[in-house]
């Protein structure tokens, strides 16, 4: 069942390990079958260097599991929140990287202070509020994602395809399995960056909205045109 896509969420949780932003087993990477309302994950606490395609669990939006001899991940519950909210998003990753963990202890925002951030990111990189006692003790997993969706309000989840949970770590996501580890690649270096920006400069100011627009339309506008068109490849 959905053999390519437990190829895909494979290749992507490996990766994480590749770029250097997990230990242990300390991440994991969904992907979802849209039209089959399936979401593919990674087993909970299954060691990376032993881990095999056939290892990923299926489950359906209720969290059961569908095929796979592991439990999933403790994180599904948060995945699949975003999955139900956000019908644009194919793929979900958490990781407890070092820099975006930081700033996600430290509860503060990744600001925008130039364009490598503007790139990828639309604004600022935000972090959540705080969870409750309660939404810790009941339902917790559920509850991140709930924090998370709250936290993004009404903007476009695209624009912005990340997030830092207080206390605990970072969020992305994409249309892909591979895009959302792709933008947890990027969002753990630009959260180094503006950290070590702030250090040098405990007053610098973000990017100016001018320049943000420039860079991140020329890559996401409708008259984008940074890289190679289809005609030129």
Request: glycine letters at 8%; one cysteine or more.
């Given at each position: 069942?959905?053999?390519?896509l ?6 992507a949780?490996?990766e994480?390990?590749?770029?250097g ?10 992907g979802i079958d849209?039209e ?6 990674k087993?909970?606490g299954l ?5 095999k ?20 991940s403790?994180?599904t519950s948060t ?14 990753v958490?990781?407890?990287?070092t820099?975006?963990?930081a ?8 600001p925008?202070?130039?364009t490598?951030?503007?790139?990828y ?26 924090v998370?969706?709250e936290?993004?309000?009404?903007k476009?989840?695209?624009?912005v ?15 892909t399995a ?24 405990s007053?610098?100011?973000?990017v100016?909205?001018?320049?943000l627009n420039?860079h ?14 289809s005609?030129?490849?």
């Open positions: 069942m959905l053999e390519k437990k190829e895909e969420v494979y290749r949780n490996m994480l390990q590749e770029k932003l997990i230990i242990y087993t300390w991440g994991n990477v969904s849209r089959k309302k399936l979401i593919v994950i087993p909970s060691d990376y260097d032993n881990m395609a056939d290892d990923m669990v299926v489950v359906d939006f209720d969290g059961k599991v569908v095929e796979g001899k592991y439990k999933p403790s994180d995945h699949i929140e975003l999955y139900k909210k956000y019908p644009e998003i194919g793929g979900v958490h990781t407890h990287s820099w975006a963990v700033f996600a202890q430290a509860g503060m925002d990744i925008a202070f130039g490598t951030h503007a790139d990111f639309f604004g600022d990189i935000l972090c959540t509020r705080e969870l409750s006692e309660a939404e810790i003790t009941n339902d917790y997993e559920l509850n991140t994602g709930k998370i969706i936290t993004i309000g009404d476009d989840p695209m624009e395809p990340a997030i830092v949970v207080k206390n605990h770590g970072p969020f992305t996501w994409g249309k591979a895009e959302s580890v792709y933008n947890a690649v990027v969002l753990e270096k630009v959260a180094e960056m503006a950290y070590k920006t702030m250090t040098l400069n007053e610098v100011k973000p100016s909205q001018f320049l420039k991140y339309y020329r890559k996401h506008g409708a008259n984008a045109y940074y890289g190679q068109s005609e030129d490849k």
